[in-house]
């Protein structure tokens, strides 16, 4: 089946510095890739949407210029938080889709910022 | 009022017992899915439906496009089935989800 890997799986970085996440389609093409945000015992908040070779569209209240979103090819997407701060600390986690043939989640990221 | 209602939150149930999870959903959809996410984090996909019933294993989903309901079923439970269930619907193919709350499942041995 469809396989999207990501890392880092955890991640502890200093206040201040950035951190990025890769998200991989492995065997298959994902023509839109979705980032999430997940709180403790809270549902999945989806942070941005992002087409491969354009502009991710951000969800109101996300704040585009601290969460860079790259998909700069079909099988790629880069999640960078900028700036750390301890309470960007947080569960991230992405999705793709094949044009809506299935969505596949990848593993998540927890990230510590300290 | 959320576009997507999941019930029970919780569920408590012993090994062996059959586990039903609800979903009713209020806006036209293509399709709905069912995920599951462990306590790790990770996310499963189970289901994807956009109509009838479908089945895997121990688990079976089935949805009701006239009533904008649908469940998942767990048949003889098992501690491993232990986990946050979450339904998802999606507007049209491609588009974002939209979540449930989802339902924490727990299977006593």
């Known amino acids: 089946g469809a396989v999207v890997s990501q890392h880092p799986s955890r991640v502890i970085c200093k206040s201040g510095t950035s951190v990025k996440i890769e998200c991989r389609s492995l065997?298959?093409?994902?023509?839109?890739m979705f980032w999430y945000r997940q709180f403790p015992k809270q549902s999945l908040m989806l942070m941005a949407t992002s087409n491969e070779g354009s502009k991710a569209t951000y969800e109101q209240g996300v704040e585009k210029d601290k969460f860079l979103i790259n998909h700069a090819s079909l099988t790629l997407s880069t999640l960078t938080v900028t700036s750390a701060h301890p309470e960007d600390s947080s569960f991230y986690i992405c999705s793709a889709t094949e044009a809506g043939e299935s969505y596949t989640f990848g593993s998540g990221t927890r990230l510590t910022v300290v | 009022k959320n576009e997507v209602e999941q019930s029970p939150q919780n569920l408590t149930a012993q090994e062996g017992e059959f586990i039903t999870i609800n979903c009713s959903y209020s806006v036209g959809i293509s399709a709905l899915h069912w995920l599951q996410q462990h306590p790790g984090g990770g996310i499963v996909s189970l289901f994807m439906?956009?109509?009838g019933k479908k089945k895997h294993g121990r688990l079976i989903a089935t949805i009701n496009i006239q009533e904008k309901h649908s469940s998942l079923h767990i048949t003889a439970s098992h501690p491993r089935d232990s986990a946050v269930y979450i339904c998802?619907?999606?507007?049209?193919?491609?588009?974002?989800?939209?979540f449930g709350g989802g339902t924490r499942v727990l299977v006593k041995p």
């Open positions: 998802a619907v999606c507007k049209a193919a491609g588009n974002k989800l939209t």
């Open positions: 439906l956009s109509s």
């Open positions: 065997d298959f093409q994902a023509t839109t």
